[in-house]
């Protein structure tokens, strides 16, 4: 049976439509791939340290931001996918770094702040916590100098 004209091109589009919904659902580059985008902090006029990170699915763009001991740090989180929920968490409260910022379904070009003084010199991993978003690689760290 030979379909109709107007039905002839329905398995191109259905397919187009599949990617899209897909793309726009989150499944996106794993973090994995990725490798290290690093971008150190600068105190602005004010003396806070300020850095922009896109979230994207599934990795931190920046992945590894540097800053300055005893200094206030702003990070402006861009949470870039439309559908997937995303969060950034970094729990060091010892070093005066807690972290738990997210967004929840419907959230494309969402911005959220997070502000910080680091107290104590290390490295302090950063994650997102939602569902296995950590295992495809949505990873960073803190580097505090």
Do not use: W
Request: charged share 25%; with cysteine; aromatic share 8%.
């Amino acid at each position: 049976m030979k379909p109709s004209k107007r039905f002839r091109g329905m398995g191109s589009v259905a397919t187009v439509a599949l990617a899209l919904t897909a793309a726009l659902a989150g499944c996106g580059t794993s973090g994995a791939k990725i490798g290290v985008r690093e971008a150190t902090a600068r105190a602005d006029a004010d003396g806070v340290q300020r850095v922009d990170v896109n979230v994207h699915s599934f990795y931190f763009d920046p992945n590894r931001i540097t800053v300055e001991a005893g200094k206030p740090v702003e990070l402006t989180l861009h949470f870039k996918p439309l559908f997937t929920p995303h969060n950034m968490t970094c729990d060091a409260r010892d070093a005066g770094i807690d972290i738990d910022r997210s967004v929840g379904i419907i959230s494309f070009n969402h911005t959220k702040h997070v502000r910080f003084t680091p107290t104590k010199p290390g490295e302090y991993d950063f994650y997102c916590g939602v569902d296995s978003h950590m295992k495809k690689g949505m990873t960073g760290t803190i580097v505090v100098r």
